[in-house]
């Protein structure tokens, strides 16, 4: 996997928990970021795959929260480890429970956001800190190994990188991993020698008993025995700069107390003399050559890693960008060359933090934020990658720019290669400049490209209701409801169809079945009160606005105490006939 959340793990590369399957452990994964779900391949082997967050329930697929906090990911493994102790004669058990939470942007929960007040990254560490002391208390120590480690630091402004993902110093590379043996064996000894975080698989299988697979890395179980062994090569690379932007890739090689990146302007640094790689002592090939052949060596051997399309899947690239992640250019990169002729991230690395910021400011939905960082980049940059477009038009739909996301949306259609979201985003923009007709032609186009997108399917069924066309109304919102049975919208739109048609008795039962599916849902309990008018059923009608005036959501309590309103006023006409 070249670049995070968009590959998928080929079938053929072995994996962990696949292997412990077969030899009759019981495995379960529990993971806290969209990023890894069931569908990026990882699952493989795992008998159990919680991904599902409790707070995504019944959210529209474009608004779910990207991650979820640690005690509800720690709630649910501690549970399952607990019940698997519990059984009779328990299999041996591998869990795999990742945390999210020290991530942009960083929001601890309460207290350790007063306890921390200023400093909110360490109040994500402290907090990821309390919930794995409480997943370790649900182990036997006795006879679990654990292994603890963090994918990447961030560089919190160091060399000019806000958080992580471009650049190859020990700000981000530099990690934690501590093993506790069952029965706590060699507690307290550190480990000098460096080594990688590709060497925890070899290691757990030497561990667990298992044959060895092909790997990077190497098995570590000899450095607790001699903790001051050479140091291996740890070998890291730099693509997400090459997938979003076409920039150059970056490699590096740590060995021996050096560090040598290779990019278009090299670097090389005495991480011993100088932790904070701050002095660049390149000076030519000749003072980089063996550390350049070593990592020639390992770039040519790797043995599953291949060139991609920054093309990614469309719910894979709305997951991203959930996350903050840019969900990559139109043309397939090159993630391996790296000369002169491509643009080195530390030129532009202003830039990337202006990216940053303004992908941050969407994700926490401060829009007119996110307007004002677009506007500042593509003044300066005004070439800059259709991803980007793509995030600054939609910042301008919710901040009511309008023509300003007209022209973006259409602009990336000239420039890049069309997708989905490009027309559905131009869709919702006409519906909300009251255009109903190129709003569908738009959501149209956005369905022929993604049959399976609900939304664009229930977004094409009100533009059609708004332009009365009942028929192709009605197929578009059965298209969704064959997707998502449950989908209230899907179901509100069939029962609106019948309503027009003036059909109130199948409205209703529609309605009913809503209710089934969301009970008390305060819409679509309001449509079936205007159904209960129509059917002549005034009193059944003001019972459910009279319960409905006192719904928590104020536009619908609006709603219902207007029509209340009404509907006590129509009763007081006087009958025809009458003087």
């Given at each position: 996997?070249r670049v995070?959340?968009?590959?998928?793990v080929p079938?053929g590369?072995?994996l962990?928990a696949?292997e412990?399957?077969?030899?009759?452990?019981?495995?379960?994964?529990?993971?806290s970021?969209?990023?890894?779900r069931?569908?990026s391949?990882?699952?493989?082997g795992?008998?159990?795959?919680?991904?599902e967050f409790?707070?995504?329930?019944?959210?529209?697929?474009?608004d779910?929260?990207?991650?979820?906090r640690?005690?509800?990911?720690v709630?649910?493994?501690?549970?399952w480890?607990?019940r698997h102790?519990?059984?009779k004669?328990?299999?041996?058990?591998?869990?795999?429970v990742?945390l999210?939470?020290p991530?942009?942007?960083?929001?601890?929960?309460?207290p350790?956001d007063?306890?921390?007040r200023?400093?909110?990254y360490?109040?994500?560490?402290?907090?990821?800190?309390?919930c794995?002391?409480?997943?370790l208390a649900?182990?036997d120590?006795?006879?679990t190994?654990?292994?603890v480690?963090g994918?990447?630091?961030?560089?919190?402004g160091?060399?000019?990188?806000a958080?992580?993902?471009v650049?190859?110093?020990?700000a981000?590379?530099?990690?934690p991993?501590?093993?506790?043996?069952?029965?706590?064996?060699?507690a307290?000894?550190?480990v000098r020698t460096?080594v990688?975080?590709?060497?925890?698989?070899?290691?757990?299988?030497?561990l667990a008993?298992t044959?060895?697979?092909?790997?990077?890395?190497?098995d570590?179980?000899?450095?607790?025995?001699?903790p001051?062994?050479?140091?291996r090569p740890a070998?890291?690379?730099?693509d997400?700069?090459?997938?979003v932007?076409g920039?150059?890739?970056m490699r590096?090689?740590?060995?021996?107390?050096?560090k040598?990146?290779?990019?278009?302007h090299r670097?090389?640094?005495?991480?011993?003399?100088d932790?904070?790689?701050?002095?660049?002592?390149?000076g030519?090939?000749?003072?980089?050559?063996?550390l350049?052949?070593?990592?020639?060596?390992?770039?040519?051997?790797?043995?599953?890693a291949e060139?991609?399309?920054s093309?990614a899947d469309?719910?894979?690239a709305?997951?991203?960008?959930?996350?903050?992640?840019?969900?990559?250019?139109?043309?397939?990169v090159?993630?391996?060359r790296?000369?002169a002729s491509?643009?080195d991230?530390?030129?532009?690395?202003a830039?990337?933090s202006?990216?940053e910021?303004g992908l941050?400011?969407r994700q926490?939905?401060?829009?007119?934020?996110a307007?004002?960082i677009?506007?500042?980049?593509?003044?300066?940059y005004?070439?800059?990658?259709p991803?980007?477009?793509?995030?600054y038009?939609?910042?301008?739909?919710?901040t009511?720019?309008?023509d300003?996301?007209?022209?973006?949306?259409?602009?990336i259609l000239?420039?890049s290669?069309?997708?989905?979201?490009?027309f559905f985003?131009?869709?919702?923009?006409w519906?909300l400049?009251k255009?109903?007709?190129?709003?569908c032609?738009?959501?149209?186009r956005?369905?022929?490209?993604?049959p399976?997108d609900?939304?664009?399917w229930?977004?094409?069924?009100?533009?059609?209701?708004a332009?009365a066309?009942?028929?192709?109304?009605e197929s578009?919102?059965?298209?969704?409801?064959?997707?998502?049975p449950?989908?209230?919208?899907?179901?509100?739109?069939?029962?609106?169809?019948?309503?027009e048609?003036?059909d109130y008795?199948a409205?209703?039962a529609?309605?009913?079945?809503?209710?089934g599916?969301?009970p008390?849902?305060p819409?679509t309990r309001f449509?079936l009160?205007?159904?209960?008018k129509?059917?002549g059923?005034?009193?059944?009608?003001r019972?459910?606005?009279?319960e409905l005036?006192a719904?928590?959501?104020?536009?619908?309590?609006?709603r219902a105490r207007?029509?209340?309103?009404?509907?006590?006023?129509?009763?007081?006409?006087p009958s025809?006939?009458?003087?």
């Amino acid at each position: 996997v070249r670049v995070n959340g968009t590959d998928h793990v080929p079938d053929g590369v072995p994996l962990l928990a696949a292997e412990l399957s077969t030899r009759g452990y019981a495995t379960a994964a529990f993971v806290s970021s969209l990023v890894l779900r069931h569908d990026s391949g990882i699952a493989r082997g795992f008998s159990l795959y919680d991904d599902e967050f409790e707070a995504n329930r019944g959210r529209d697929p474009r608004d779910v929260l990207p991650e979820r906090r640690a005690d509800e990911t720690v709630t649910r493994a501690a549970g399952w480890i607990g019940r698997h102790r519990a059984e009779k004669n328990p299999a041996p058990y591998f869990a795999w429970v990742h945390l999210y939470d020290p991530h942009a942007p960083y929001e601890p929960p309460p207290p350790w956001d007063a306890r921390f007040r200023g400093r909110p990254y360490e109040g994500e560490i402290a907090y990821a800190d309390s919930c794995l002391a409480r997943l370790l208390a649900a182990v036997d120590p006795a006879e679990t190994l654990v292994v603890v480690a963090g994918d990447h630091g961030e560089s919190l402004g160091e060399h000019g990188e806000a958080t992580h993902g471009v650049f190859l110093y020990d700000a981000t590379l530099r990690v934690p991993l501590v093993v506790r043996l069952p029965g706590k064996r060699f507690a307290g000894r550190r480990v000098r020698t460096q080594v990688g975080l590709a060497d925890v698989a070899p290691t757990v299988r030497r561990l667990a008993g298992t044959a060895a697979a092909e790997s990077d890395g190497k098995d570590l179980s000899s450095l607790f025995e001699d903790p001051n062994a050479p140091d291996r090569p740890a070998f890291s690379e730099s693509d997400y700069p090459a997938f979003v932007l076409g920039w150059s890739p970056m490699r590096s090689l740590r060995l021996k107390g050096w560090k040598f990146i290779d990019a278009p302007h090299r670097e090389l640094y005495d991480v011993h003399a100088d932790p904070g790689e701050k002095a660049n002592r390149y000076g030519g090939e000749d003072s980089v050559r063996d550390l350049a052949r070593s990592l020639a060596g390992i770039v040519a051997r790797k043995p599953f890693a291949e060139a991609t399309s920054s093309a990614a899947d469309p719910e894979v690239a709305k997951r991203l960008a959930s996350l903050g992640y840019i969900s990559g250019g139109a043309a397939a990169v090159n993630y391996d060359r790296i000369d002169a002729s491509r643009i080195d991230a530390k030129d532009h690395i202003a830039v990337w933090s202006l990216i940053e910021s303004g992908l941050i400011a969407r994700q926490k939905r401060n829009f007119e934020g996110a307007v004002a960082i677009f506007e500042r980049l593509l003044a300066g940059y005004p070439t800059i990658n259709p991803v980007i477009l793509r995030d600054y038009a939609e910042a301008c739909r919710w901040t009511g720019r309008l023509d300003r996301a007209v022209d973006l949306y259409e602009k990336i259609l000239k420039t890049s290669k069309a997708e989905p979201d490009d027309f559905f985003g131009l869709g919702v923009t006409w519906h909300l400049k009251k255009d109903e007709a190129k709003a569908c032609d738009n959501f149209e186009r956005a369905v022929a490209m993604e049959p399976g997108d609900t939304n664009s399917w229930i977004d094409l069924g009100n533009g059609k209701l708004a332009l009365a066309q009942w028929g192709a109304a009605e197929s578009a919102f059965l298209r969704a409801a064959a997707l998502d049975p449950r989908s209230i919208d899907a179901i509100s739109g069939l029962a609106a169809v019948a309503f027009e048609k003036k059909d109130y008795p199948a409205a209703e039962a529609i309605l009913q079945r809503g209710l089934g599916v969301a009970p008390g849902h305060p819409p679509t309990r309001f449509n079936l009160a205007l159904v209960e008018k129509a059917l002549g059923r005034p009193d059944e009608a003001r019972r459910i606005y009279t319960e409905l005036a006192a719904a928590p959501d104020p536009a619908v309590a609006s709603r219902a105490r207007r029509e209340l309103a009404r509907l006590n006023a129509d009763s007081r006409l006087p009958s025809k006939g009458t003087s």
